[in-house]
C-alpha cells in the first residue's frame, strides 16, 4: 500500500488557481496532486473507463478554448479600436478644416490651431498602430 499511496503534504491540498484564478498567466504548467490520478480498473477517476478524470479533462479544455475564444475577440477588438481612433482624430481634423473656411480671422487662428492638434493625433496614431491594426474602410 505504501508504494500506491504517498504521504499528503499541504501542497497536494491547495485550492486549484484554475478555480480562484481562472485567468491566470502560465496555466498550462498545472498539474493536479498525486491523489488525483490515482487509476485502478474500478476506479471512477480512470479516464478510459469514462471517470471523473476524463470530465474534469473536459472541463478544463472547454475552458481553455473558452478563454481562447475571448482573447482572439479582444486582439480582433482592439485592432479594431485602433483603426476607429485613427479615423476619429482624421474625422476632426477635417471638421475643423471646414470650420476655418466660413470662420473670421481670429476664430480662423484657433480652427487651424485645433486642426494641427487633431492632425497631430491622426498622425502619431498612424505610426504607434502601424501595421497593428485593421485595414481602413
Known sequence: MA???QEILPEDLAV?????????FGQG????AW???IDGEKSQLNVEAGGLMEEFYRINWLKARTRRDRWK???????HEMLWTGLW????????????????AGKEAYANKQMGL????ASKARLM???KQMDGI
Open 3 to 5: 508504494e500506491k499511496y
Open 16 to 24: 486549484s488557481k484554475e478555480v480562484t484564478e481562472e485567468n491566470r
Open 29 to 32: 504548467t498545472s498539474k493536479l
Open 35 to 37: 491523489f488525483w490520478v
Open 73 to 79: 475577440e479582444e486582439v480582433s477588438l482592439v485592432r
Open 89 to 104: 482624430f482624421e474625422y476632426h481634423k477635417k471638421m475643423w478644416e471646414q470650420r476655418a473656411l466660413q470662420l473670421t
Open 118 to 121: 487633431w492632425s497631430d493625433f
Open 129 to 131: 498602430f502601424h501595421g
